[in-house]
């Protein structure tokens, strides 16, 4: 069955535009999280989708936002775009059966570089 | 705020040779235990994981895992490393916050087996 698929794989985008980026989950998944990874913090955990609900938020500000469509695909928003957003944004599905202890299947990722 | 710590952000060792990945988290309550691998070129995928029972756990590969309580540990080790085993880890905690739960991943150990 096939993974996890995030669209773009590269963005390039200079200060102050928005980006959007996509995320398909695995088939029957219905939970989607969002990290940003970077050299020097790691994967840090955005934010998370079930049933078209925001379930779980980390610690970003509010220029990033995201959605959940009713077949679990997901989209995340950054607004104003600025230099330390360049990163490489991680997707992430589940079924959520009990959160805490869900397996997480990872897509390739959208490499964003803010100019 | 619960934090995760690898210790080794790079290693490097031969074939054959005996590792050992540290991995300390801060929390005090119940938490949920995971060991991703990033193979190059490769997606994020579970390495495995500790939710309850024997602190022991094996995951695939020939890597295993050791849950110590009292001192909010999770080390990776494998006996016996392969240059195939050349990746990155990531220890991650998943932990109960209030209502909801936070996934927090370390920052990676960067691997390199020589062969």
Redesign the interface.
Known sequence: KA??TQTPRYLIKTRGQQVTLSCSPISGHRSV?W?QQTPG?????LFEYFSETQ??K??FPGRFSGRQFSNSRSEMNVSTLELGDSALY?C?SSLRTS??????????GTRLSVL | AQSVSQHNHHVILSEAASLELGCNYSYGGTVNLFWYVQYPGQHLQLLLKYFSGDPLVKGIKGFEAEFIKSKFSFNLRKPSVQWSDTAEYFCAVNARTGGSYIPTFGRGTSLIVHP
């Open positions: 993974g996890v999280s990290y913090q790691g994967l840090q955990f379930r779980n980390g610690n991680l992430a959160g805490m202890s869900d397996i997480q299947y990872f897509g390739a």
